[in-house]
């Protein structure tokens, strides 16, 4: 070896690992006093009184409450069973069951001297019985003093509770409350369940199962329940309104949800009964009132339920339809959904008022585009608003599509996207209030050579944003007092996702507002009391248990409505974010009328004139306008009141142009199902295309 090798010194071994950093917390591990704390928490096998404060009290109220009633109960059922031990003991004596055989024998008159020798022989036992009695109670006494008796009596006594004690079902038995509850701050589990026997939920024999015992939440009891199997929470929530007569309280007062989730299933039922109207209480004000600034990606405070609970609105990625009759606060609502969006800097406004009032005015420092007014060029200048938003549509998919797939990851908005003020993508919302002024308005229009009205023509922009826009960053909040099927186009309100329906005159116009079928599942805002002013149904869009809620929304008099509108103008100062008419800005929109009807399919060729039906058919299709591509059955009834034709006259012309009635088994107000006599759509389509045929080849 030479010198250089013996220079060299040997290096130490290298390893493959990763770097780590020991200034880095460590998770520390649990102690077993937090271990034992975890699993008590979570153990199934934990009792809930043992694990929840507020559940632990309410146990021991229920405990006392029992302690405190257990001595009358006690002694009804001892004097029930005194009853029924002397009913027995009559019947015995008097050899009744001897008599009934003789009698279903036909043999009562050759049975009649046995039958005398048995009562008397029985009368002697029962003398020589209650003589040994006494005589044993004697001496007992005497040797021991009262002592035996008292035990003797407690032993009877309980024998007679045992005996008298309540059945279910049992003849007699006090189906429902007569009236309020003496006893306020507990609540009978029995009273329930003969509630849901006396409506019809639970059959004579059938029973409840108390997943958890009633509890005070609020101002109101909530006790969840399991139904008998094959019975199911929808048709508890459709017949409420019997629940709470059952229940002597007013509808208002119980509130009926479906248990959903893993918690949940298709027979559990949570319910909440108040101790007074929920809505009787004053509004309170909006929370929004109290935070400097808003995320239009979060749902927006709408208001709160009979429980007390907060209800949010989703808006992005939606639309809302509002529908109510007048002084109802379907303004305020609408004001409500768009008081989140004010308070976001990087939200775009187009505010039409359509009422002509003051309502709005204080949008008119954020919007972007905003009008108000009811004249046949505010609808023309809407009608340009909407060609102008189509257009933005489709220019916002265009440069989505040129996005990777890390900023734009589908092909939807998102808060990075509508935030950055290069790509020039915000959330845009287009409120429209009294939208049955736009929709209703005859003036003529001409797009693509073919002759529209401007009601039309804007009914088929709203229909199309509503369908494409939501992915885009567009929200559509539409409110209107005439919920109607001539008003709203049938094919614009079945994409608009979110509905809010408040008062409103019959079933027919809430489900118009919420939807095909709602009142017969337990749905129907015309059955809401004037006096409720604010108070609706709310049919959210998004991942929400309940099907829909009834909501009374947060009270936003004009002065908080223009606090929050200035709040919102200096965001976007600040921000840099103010455009369009609350800059300044009256810049007439880019328009591509042509480009824009092909996109929705208005600017078609215009189809050959058309061909004037006969009466009453013309009538018939023009009462059921878009209904008749949608509706399949159409009561005779509806259509001798709409119409107002004689019924007799009415069937004899409509047999003649080829419409035939026939019988169909329909929801009625109430929910039932019953036969009723009408016209399939398709025959009136039929007869209607048939004479246009005939007379144009004519």
Partial sequence: MNVDEQAVEKAAPVYDAELVDDTLPQPRRRTRRQRLARWWTRSPRVPRALKDG????????DMIAAVLRLPWRYLRAVVRGFLAAFRWWRRWVTVHDYRDAAEHQEKLADKFIQIRELTLFRWRVTGAVAASAV???????????SRPLWIAAAVISAALAILGRRKDGSPGRKPALAGPRTLAWTMDPQVLVDAFRDAKLIGKDETLRLVERALRVGDGWAVTVDLPATRKAADVIKNREALASALAVDEVQLIVERVRGNSGHAGRVALWVADEDPYAAPPLRTPLLDVERWDAWRPVPFGRDARNRRIDLPLVWTSLLIGAIPRQGKTFAARLATAGLILDAWTRLYVADFKAGKDWDAAARVAHRFMSGDEPEHVLALMDWLVELVGEVQGRYRRMRDLDDETCPESKITPAISRDTSLNMPITAIIIDEVQVPLEDRTPVEVQGKKLTAGEYIGELLTWL?????AAGIVLILATQRPDSKTIPSGLRAVLGSRFALRVMDWRDSNIVLGEQMNTRGYDSSRLLPTHKGVGILRPDGDTEALAVTVRT???PN???????QRGRALREAAGTLTGHAAGDAVTPMLDQAAVA???????????PSVELPEPLASVVHYLGDDLDVREFIPTAELV???????????????????????RRVAGDEGEVRQIRGYLTADIHAA???WRANRGSS
């Fill in 554 to 556: 947060y009270y936003m």
């Fill in 641 to 663: 009141e709409a119409l107002g034709v004689e019924p007799t006259a009415f069937g004899k012309q409509m047999g003649d142009l080829g419409c035939r009635p026939d019988r």
């Fill in 559 to 565: 002065d908080d409505w223009n606090t929050l509108c």
């Fill in 54 to 61: 507020a559940y632990a009290r309410q146990v021991a109220k």
């Fill in 598 to 608: 092909r996109v929705i399919g208005a600017g078609q060729p215009a189809a050959e």
């Fill in 135 to 145: 005589v044993v109670g004697t001496v007992l006494v005497v040797l021991w003093g």
């Fill in 466 to 470: 509503a369908k494409k826009g939501p």
């Fill in 688 to 690: 209607a295309e048939g």
